[in-house]
T-cell receptor
Framework: NAGVTQTPKFRILKIGQSMTLQCTQD?????MYWYRQDPGMGLKLIYY???????DKGEVPNGYNVSRSTTEDFPLRLELAAPSQTSVYFC?????????FGEGSWLTVV | DAKTTQPNSMESNEEEPVHLPCNHS???????IHWYRQLPSQGPEYVIH???SNVNNRMASLAIAEDRKSSTLILHRATLRDAAVYYC???????????FGTGTRLKVLA
């Protein structure tokens, strides 16, 4: 049972670099989410999607972009990485009133 | 987005019941009350959810106040494996956004 798969698990970026966090789910869920979690804090919603081709901003979208070309994939793009984007990123999908989270991607910007 | 308020931390003895409170005074009629928990270095996992009536499952019970402005997650017999951060979340019934708060860190004493 794959569920929600995120890659990479760990990444170190230099200030100003760009990267994409990949997320894929095999449960045919329409709703998908990206959250970030800073040390000792709760989760903050970055972007979410209610289906292929439809995305919307969450609480903290600045510095990020998303796309949803298929039901399965919901990549998160970081443009011009900044130290403030050092965080753990969780991708999730929702089905039958339950959110399923990936294992997280630890990102450090130096 | 409606907000939730939870105590920062709670302690319980092993094998005893635990009552985790949550206030959501600005809840709307279409908001579902969800509970998730997060073990260290893991993504959150589903615990239970409800709309108006009390709910039970194998993990816990959810007691919802009649006016829906508060709820309580009940763990009937706490174990050491229940030590986690517990999040009370309101799922926006219109947009399907899940907004996490800071959660309650539960410590279970042996």
């Amino acid at each position: 049972n794959a569920g929600v798969t995120q890659t990479p698990k760990f990444r170190i970026l230099k200030i100003g670099q760009s990267m994409t966090l990949q997320c894929t789910q095999d449960m045919n869920h329409n709703y998908m989410y990206w959250y970030r979690q800073d040390p000792g804090m709760g989760l903050k919603l970055i972007y979410y999607s209610v289906g292929a081709g439809i995305t919307d901003k969450g609480e903290v979208p600045n510095g990020y972009n998303v796309s949803r070309s298929t039901t399965e994939d919901f990549p998160l793009r970081l443009e011009l990485a900044a130290p403030s984007q050092t965080s753990v990123y969780f991708c999730a999908s929702e089905g039958l009133d339950t959110i399923y989270f990936g294992e997280g991607s630890w990102l450090t910007v130096v | 987005d409606a907000k939730t308020t939870q105590p920062n931390s709670m302690e319980s003895n092993e094998e005893e019941p635990v009552h985790l409170p949550c206030n959501h005074s600005t809840i709307s009629g279409t908001d579902y009350i969800h509970w998730y928990r997060q073990l260290p270095s893991q993504g959150p996992e589903y615990v239970i959810h409800g709309l108006t009536s009390n709910v039970n499952n194998r993990m816990a019970s959810l007691a919802i106040a009649e006016d829906r402005k508060s709820s309580t997650l009940i763990l009937h017999r706490a174990t050491l494996r229940d030590a986690a951060v517990y999040y009370c979340i309101l799922r926006d019934g219109g947009t399907y956004k899940y907004i996490f708060g800071t959660g309650t860190r539960l410590k279970v004493l042996a």
